[in-house]
Nanobody
Framework: QVQLQESGPGLVKPSQTLSLTCTVS??????????WSWIRQPPGKGLELMGV???????YYSPSLKSRTSTSRDTSKNQFTLQLSSVTPEDTAVYYC??????????????????WGQGTQVTVSS
């Protein structure tokens, strides 16, 4: 069974870039038909799918965040990363990495992903 663990700073200053890493065990991130995602939940709000990187390396980003978001991977470490630029206090949230085995169909959502990390709290504040 795949397991995921988020890591990164818990506090980021406004205008800086938030960087998180997800370390995967139990499967290679290049295994066919696996999709790897970043999802966040701001306080008092619902889940928001931010971006997806496929086993092939193809990426998808939420239209609302596309200009500020990028995701990449390090296959030698079996990790994938999130970068969110120009953060504001509105980016304060619990950030999750999650996985799906099986083809994804548009429109994508957080509900498409069945295996989740425990989440990491990120606060944007000066």
């Amino acid at each position: 069974q795949v397991q995921l663990q988020e890591s990164g700073p818990g506090l980021v200053k406004p205008s800086q870039t938030l960087s998180l890493t997800c370390t995967v065990s139990g499967s290679s991130i290049t295994t066919n038909s696996y999709y790897w995602s970043w999802i966040r939940q701001p306080p008092g709000k619902g889940l928001e799918l931010m971006g997806v990187i496929a086993y092939s390396g193809d990426t998808y980003y939420s239209p609302s965040l596309k200009s500020r978001t990028s995701t990449s991977r390090d296959t030698s470490k079996n990790q994938f990363t999130l970068q969110l630029s120009s953060v504001t206090p509105e980016d304060t949230a619990v950030y999750y990495c999650a996985a799906r085995l099986g083809r994804l169909f548009s429109p994508f959502s957080a509900a498409d992903f069945g295996s989740w990390g425990q989440g990491t709290q990120v606060t944007v504040s000066s």
